[in-house]
Nanobody
């Protein structure tokens, strides 16, 4: 069983940056693909970015103009999401997830989920 804990969310002004972290408090994250999703109020939980278990490849939704970057440190059992040039429309709860499938994109492919961390971007 893998338990994921996110941190790093908060309130930031438009144009600012945040780095989200997701650590596996139990289990081994290094053998799993990892991804970030986000869910705005009243909206669906949408894929943001994913990373292969090895960290050798990343993939994203392609709609954020390169502002977001996912990375991982398997020695620390941690995945990160670097977010730059934040916009008010980036406001959402951000969820970390892990999957046994190495190229997981769809929400249904992810097996483990964190509780989420709130990101609020003010205009």
């Amino acid at each position: 069983q893998v338990q994921l804990v996110e941190s790093g969310g908060g309130l930031v002004q438009a144009g600012g940056s945040l780095r989200l972290s997701c650590v596996a408090s139990t289990g081994d994250l290094s053998s799993l693909a990892a991804g970030w999703f986000r869910q705005a109020p009243g909206g669906e939980r949408l894929f943001v970015a994913g990373i292969h278990p090895s960290g050798s490849a990343t993939y994203d939704a392609g709609s954020r103009g390169g502002r977001f970057a996912i990375s991982r440190d398997n020695a620390k059992n941690t995945v990160y999401l670097e977010m730059n040039s934040l916009k008010p429309e980036d406001t959402a709860v951000y969820f970390c997830a892990a999957a046994r499938s190495p190229w997981a994109i769809r929400r249904t492919e992810y097996d483990y989920w964190g509780q989420g961390t709130q990101v609020t971007v003010s205009a």
